[in-house]
């Protein structure tokens, strides 16, 4: 019975084009559809229904992990539709699980709108290209593009380290390996030592998320290596400092050179919902390391970062105000997702003021432009 269910779950969220489906004791099962959540039309769930639900897609040494641990993470296939990543978890002693959609299809750099400069920078023989955001933002997708762009045109050794394995690569003209923190590596910066030992042209790694990792990360770089790495963290300048402040303050001088050297770019992105339709359209910001941001990098002037992109939007680079803004003009998203995934909302809001003013979400910004005069960002 539960296999049956959470076939039909996972057929209705393909069907639906949804991204995510969120299964919790008290609610029927629940879809995530271009950003919104979207209950579906049946049954409210209870704690024998999640737990059998759980049971039927779950590994046992999963459970195990979930007994122990109170959560635990896996990936599984769903017939040629694509793959799941599931996160199993506890809540008020009950099962609850949220199962993201991988589709089996890559999407180009085109699809996708990622800027220019890409396809050349996935050619790079070494450096280091970080994909940063927050959680749900895209940029597992945006990765396994280029993955998969250097796979079907260039002759190299790939290796990608994630926790779990989410898109799968066949071999193309690359030779490719993929594998998983937890199950083929203890971990992230187990892997990224490793790695080097295992004739490398490419190394992906799914999160810097300790020091150990960061620095075995920029250390591949070093070395000759083209590494892609994910953040989350919002934007370029935010980027650069969160890994320079992610080491002792007697390390960060020798760090910033390395970076200044090793860093080749940072795309930052965040999905908004498309205006009036469905599915999702991905803002950018993109900072292509020139030899001007090297030295700002280097001289600890991260703060004059953000100007420089600006001033630099002839080489591709631009930031997500930008780009945000751009999206808002040729209609592709809302005023009220302008604002809101802005970094300068009061800068937005008065800009759509003065070039759209018959947009009717105007109407709907009041009690926004009050909480902002009282912020005083007005």
């Not at 099962?29 to 579906?40: A, C, H, Q, V």
């Not at 990936?75 to 506890?90: H, K």
């Not at 030779?175 to 199950?183: A, M």
């Not at 105007?362 to 432009?369: D, L, N, Q, S, T």
Request: hydrophobic share 35%; aromatic share 6%; charged share 25%.
């Amino acid at each position: 019975m539960a296999t049956i269910q959470i076939d039909r779950l996972l057929d209705a969220c393909i069907r639906m084009g949804g991204s995510d489906i969120h299964i919790v004791v008290g609610r029927p099962p629940t879809l995530r559809i271009s950003g919104s959540l979207k209950s579906l039309d049946t049954k409210v769930l209870d704690s024998e229904d999640t737990t059998a639900l759980m049971k039927s897609i779950t590994p046992e040494k999963n459970q195990q992990q979930l007994q122990e641990d109170g959560s635990c993470d896996f990936g599984f296939a769903f017939g040629d539709y694509g793959r799941f990543r599931v996160a199993v978890f506890r809540q008020k002693s009950n099962i609850s699980m949220v199962l993201r959609l991988i589709p089996s299809k890559f999407l180009s750099f085109d699809q996708i709108g990622l800027p220019g400069p890409t396809a050349s920078l996935c050619r790079r023989p070494r450096g280091l290209f970080l994909v940063t955001g927050p959680t749900g933002s895209g940029k597992t997708t945006t990765l396994a593009s280029m993955i998969n762009y250097i796979n079907e045109n260039l002759d190299t050794h790939i290796i990608t380290v994630e926790e779990p394995i989410e898109y799968y690569h066949d071999h193309k003209r690359a030779v490719i390996n993929q594998r998983e923190v937890g199950l083929d590596v203890p971990t992230f910066a187990e892997a990224l030592k490793r790695s080097l030992r295992q004739d490398p042209d490419v190394i992906l790694v799914g999160e810097l998320r300790d020091l150990d990792t960061i620095e075995a990360a920029i250390s591949a770089a070093e070395t000759g290596h083209l590494v892609f790495g994910t953040l989350h963290t919002t934007g370029c300048q935010g980027t650069v400092n969160r890994i320079i402040d992610a080491f002792p303050t007697n390390q960060q001088e020798m760090i910033r050179v390395q970076l200044s050297t090793n860093l080749i770019a940072v795309l930052s992105q965040t999905l908004c919902p498309v205006k009036n339709a469905k599915g999702r359209v991905a803002a950018y910001e993109f900072m292509l390391v020139t030899p001007a941001i090297s030295n700002l990098i280097r001289e600890n002037k991260t703060y004059r970062i953000e100007s420089t992109i600006q001033t630099c939007r002839n080489l591709g680079m631009r930031l997500l105000d930008d780009h945000l803004w751009e999206l808002y003009q040729k209609g592709q998203i809302s005023l009220m997702e302008l604002v809101d995934k802005s970094r300068n909302p009061a800068e937005m809001l008065k800009k759509a003021r003065e070039n759209f003013p018959k947009d009717p979400d105007h109407a709907k910004m009041g009690p926004i432009i009050g909480e902002m005069q009282a912020l005083g960002q007005t």
